[in-house]
């Protein structure tokens, strides 16, 4: 079965540094998304993506972060300069339109856990 | 999105039926529920979803109410690796996000 995978599993890293979470999408996906959980609380929407671009964000998402997609395979979320309340873990997400045959649930990675020392 | 209203915790004894409830009165005719659960951390994996009529895979079955104010996710022989944390989120189809609220825990008990 298909799924969206993400590297690293942990990540630790000294504030103030910048940081990149990857992710590969299931491959015929064209909606990406970023979601985080701090510990203990709530998944929380960050962004969405869609045809090169941001289609949502949330107010967490703020000019700290940015997303990217550099390839045909892969999706980024950057912290520019990370803070200690940025540490949670990190899931990406994926699915189509609705509409698809293949339906448009949203999938998601096994995260990325961020810890900022 | 509509609201939802699920208990905090619940448990079941293992090879028992769970029977996870969820109350979302507010919900609107063109938006689904979806079931979602969470183990110890990992990402959120997709169970089930339905839009009235009830609903049935390998890994669950979902029954929406005719009125479509609550519904019930059923797990017909709950083992050790169901206990996890599961959500009910109300969600037009299309929407660009769920927003996941606290769930119920279910701690399935050997």
């Known amino acids: 079965e298909p799924e969206v995978t993400q590297t690293p599993s942990h990540q630790v890293t000294q504030m103030g540094q910048e940081v990149i979470l990857r992710c590969v999408p299931i491959s015929n996906h064209l909606y990406f998304y970023w979601y985080r959980q701090i510990l203990g609380q709530k998944v929380e929407f960050l962004v969405s993506f869609y045809n090169n671009e941001i289609s949502e964000k949330s107010e967490i998402f703020d000019d700290q972060f940015s997303v990217e997609r550099p390839d045909g395979s892969n999706f980024t979320l950057k912290i520019r300069s990370t803070k200690l309340e940025d540490s949670a873990m990190y899931f990406c997400?994926?699915?189509?339109?609705?509409?698809?045959?293949?339906?448009?649930?949203?999938?998601f990675g096994e995260g990325s856990w961020l810890t900022v020392v | 999105d509509a609201k939802t209203t699920q208990p905090t915790s619940m448990d079941c004894a293992e090879g028992r039926a769970a029977n996870l409830p969820c109350n979302h009165s507010t919900i609107s005719g063109n938006e689904y529920v979806y079931w979602y659960r969470q183990i110890h951390s990992q990402g959120p994996q997709y169970i089930i979803h339905?839009?009235?009529n009830n609903e049935t895979n390998e890994m669950a079955s979902l029954i929406i109410t005719e009125d479509r104010k609550s519904s019930t996710l059923i797990l017909p022989h709950a083992t050790l690796r169901d206990t996890a944390v599961y959500y009910c989120i109300v969600t037009q189809t299309g929407a660009n996000n769920l927003f996941f609220g606290t769930g119920t825990r279910l701690t399935v008990i050997p």
């Open positions: 997400a994926s699915n189509n339109p609705p509409g698809w045959s293949s339906g448009n649930t949203i999938y």
């Open positions: 339905g839009l009235k």
